[in-house]
């Protein structure tokens, strides 16, 4: 067990609403990571941080914003929800060289 | 940049037949190579990993081997079970310098028939 709880697990959200996401450690790992899993894409890279108030875009990062103002928190913020964001999300943390992921939100935008 | 190639499923194997998944990558230096394992309805669980050239990973009967001069890491185990059924994902990392952020390979369904 990694200690990484996600919340919420499964939302449904309108076209146009504000949804954020909540990743939440009990290791105090430096890294975190925010991916999508899409069928036919694998996972793909969001954001990530690297401490406090230190993040990063990864490779999808268009329509997400993300905060990361204490070590074991890390949100994830659609600003304007749009269908192209239902997926999966899933939150890692990196921890003794090997990176671990959270149970997966999955959110759907109609 | 980096990149990872699996072999396309879906892999539908019987009970004790024997289990190749092929994985090839594209990165600079010496990235760390990770094969995950996914379950209906569960996050990604790590499965084995190598770090340098001719490392061997293995767990729970499944084993890959770093291979730098084919840019290889194929997934193995000689006899799957039905539990095995799951997605399979290989990744890669480059290392520190890019805070280990994992390149995933687009994941090989795979279903065991009892």
């Known amino acids: 067990d990694a200690g990484i709880t996600q919340s919420p697990r499964h939302k449904v959200t309108e076209t146009g609403t504000p949804v954020t996401l909540r990743c939440h450690q009990t290791e105090n790992h430096r890294y975190m990571y925010w991916y999508r899993q899409d069928p036919g894409h694998g996972l793909r890279l969001i954001h990530y941080?690297?401490?406090?108030?230190?993040?990063d875009k990864g490779e999808v990062s268009d329509g997400y914003s993300v905060s990361r103002s204490k070590t074991e928190d890390f949100l994830l913020t659609l600003e304007s929800a749009t269908s192209s964001q239902t997926s999966v999300y899933f939150c890692?943390?990196?921890?003794?060289?090997?990176?671990?992921f959270g149970e997966g939100s999955w959110l759907t935008v109609v | 940049g980096n990149s990872v190639t699996q072999m396309e499923g879906p892999v539908t194997l019987s009970e004790e037949a024997f289990l190749t998944i092929n994985c090839t990558y594209t990165a600079t230096g010496y990235p760390s190579l990770f094969w995950y394992v996914q379950y209906p309805g569960e996050g990604l669980q790590l499965l084995l990993k190598a770090t340098k050239a001719d490392d061997k990973g293995s767990n729970k009967g499944f084993e890959a081997t770093y291979r730098k001069e084919t840019t290889s890491f194929h997934l193995e185990k000689g006899s799957v079970q039905v539990s095995d059924s799951a997605v399979y994902f290989c990744?890669?990392?480059?290392?520190?310098?890019?805070?280990?952020?994992?390149?995933f390979g687009e994941g090989t369904q795979l279903t065991v028939n009892p």
């Open positions: 890692a943390i990196r921890g003794s060289n090997t990176i671990y």
């Open positions: 941080s690297y401490g406090v108030k230190d993040t």
């Open positions: 990744a890669l990392s480059p290392g520190e310098t890019s805070g280990s952020r994992l390149t």
